[in-house]
């Protein structure tokens, strides 16, 4: 089996595989049928539609847009006496699962509406407790410097 397919027989207890969406980076060594739409077009398969990808927000984890395909596929062969009458084995698509998830950017805006704000403010705060902590640091100094002035010597 390749990237794009794998043997599920064992598991269904029947001649069965299971591919991408469309026969996408199925095994050349399959004989894989054309497929055409409900308006006759041919369906090639591509990486856009076709593979499985998940694409997260870096910051928050959420998934902003996803593809899931995956197809279940008889396998048609000379060997079992079902086929007896095929020349050569080929798979027939039995079962397509798709599902899509694509956030606009006003969803996004309002999902992590908070998270972003957080971001843009991240570097000013930054500054500031840079700012504060200088302060802090040279009043700190300022203040053991006069003390050590002002204790009298032994």
Not at 62 to 86: P, V
Not at 95 to 123: A, P
Request: proline share 5%; aromatic share 12%; with cysteine.
């Amino acid at each position: 089996m390749d990237y794009g397919s794998a043997n599920i027989s064992p598991i269904y207890g029947a001649f069965a595989i299971a591919t991408k969406g469309h026969f996408f980076e199925t095994n050349k060594a399959i004989k894989t049928p054309e497929i055409y739409g409900k308006h006759g077009d041919l369906i090639v398969p591509g990486w856009e539609r076709d593979d499985t990808y998940v694409g997260v927000e870096k910051f928050s984890g959420i998934n902003l847009h996803s593809n899931f395909r995956t197809q279940i596929n008889l396998i048609a062969n000379s060997s079992s006496s079902l086929f007896d009458n095929l020349e050569h084995d080929f798979v027939f698509p039995l079962y397509f699962n798709q599902k899509d998830l694509r956030m606009t950017d006003n969803q996004v805006g309002n999902v992590l509406h908070k998270i972003l704000t957080q971001c843009k403010l991240r570097f000013p705060v930054m500054i500031g407790l840079i700012v504060c902590t200088a302060i802090f640091t040279i009043c700190s100094l300022c203040c053991c410097k006069k003390y050590t002035l002002e204790q009298p010597g032994p």
